[in-house]
């Protein structure tokens, strides 16, 4: 049995789908408190979007597997809620695993692997990023990008947000095609075109929901989550199916499962994403 025989799966498993900022606790244990890191399985390769505190718990999951970890971490852009689990990936400090990292330049011109590097530097952190004894590959990406990885999978890339840099990705294997999509400029006016043209008819689009990161008490503005906007999203893309995370952190558990169902009911394609959920976009196949 061929590797490539034994696996050929499109597997999605969140390991957070928090925003801004953790929020552990009793009134979030159902969803989860940890912010955005989503793992993509395709076959036997490993893709990893945004390194949110889930990606700590990722990396405590990968460290039990008995051969080296390797993955292309994706980063949509590089606010605390996307790289804050990144100093925590227990793999990063194995010696033999190995990890390409992806990134847009920030508007001030630093790097992905930059902007990684600061946060890690005293007094902020006690571990520097040259600590890491994995092997390291730093890219930059350029909204338009594709990438093509050796299994044949191509992830396409549109910008979504030009304050942050934040990119949207669309990876297409094996006939499926999955959007991880956060922080668009989707506005009264509708949504962000980019954002259409990324997601139309994919099997699943993940979809960070808008609402203002500033950390400010105005909770009457910040907590109703759009319903209106995400059922145009995907009525206007006919995905078939739409998965929101990046939940506010002013929504607690029996918040969401109130969201759920009435989103669910006007649009039987919306759900919310838990952590620790897994979706199939293609089975597995043993020969
Ligand atoms: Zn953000």
Redesign the pocket.
């Known amino acids: 049995m061929s590797s490539s025989d034994s696996s050929q799966g499109f597997t999605v498993q969140f390991w957070g789908v928090r925003g801004s900022v953790p929020t552990p606790g009793a009134d979030t244990v159902r969803y989860g408190g940890n912010t955005a890191c989503v793992e993509v399985l395709l076959g036997q390769d490993r893709i990893i979007f945004d390194g949110g505190t889930g990606l700590r718990v990722l990396g405590k999951h990968l460290l039990q597997q008995d051969h080296p970890v390797t993955a292309q971490i994706l980063f949509t852009?590089t606010?605390w809620?996307?790289i804050q689990g990144f100093p925590f990936f227990g793999p990063a400090f194995i010696p033999g695993n190995q990890f390409d990292i992806y990134g847009a330049t920030a508007a001030n011109g630093a790097s992905i692997k930059q902007r990684l590097t600061d946060q890690m530097l005293r007094p902020n952190f006690f571990t520097p990023l040259q600590k890491m004894s994995a092997t390291m590959s730093f890219h930059t990406m350029i909204a338009g990008n594709i990438i093509t990885l050796e299994n044949g999978a191509t992830i396409e890339t549109v910008t979504l947000n030009s304050r942050?840099s934040?990119l949207g990705f669309r990876i297409t294997y094996q006939g499926k095609s999955l959007v991880y999509a956060?922080?668009s400029n989707t506005t009264a006016a509708g949504p962000d075109p980019n954002l259409l043209y990324l997601s139309q008819g994919a099997d699943l689009l993940i979809y960070g929901g808008a609402y203002s990161?500033t950390v400010d008490l105005d909770v009457e503005r910040d907590a109703a989550m759009p319903c209106d906007q995400n059922i145009e999203i995907a009525e206007k893309t006919q995905v078939k199916e739409m998965v929101l995370f990046h939940h506010n952190p002013l929504h607690d558990d029996d918040y969401l499962d109130h969201v759920e169902m009435e989103i669910h009911n006007r649009c039987p394609q919306l759900r919310l994403a838990r952590e620790g959920m897994i979706m199939q976009l293609a089975a597995h196949r043993l020969h």
Do not use: G, I, S, W
Request: hydrophobic fraction near 10%.
């Open positions: 852009h606010h809620d996307r942050t934040a956060t922080d990161e």
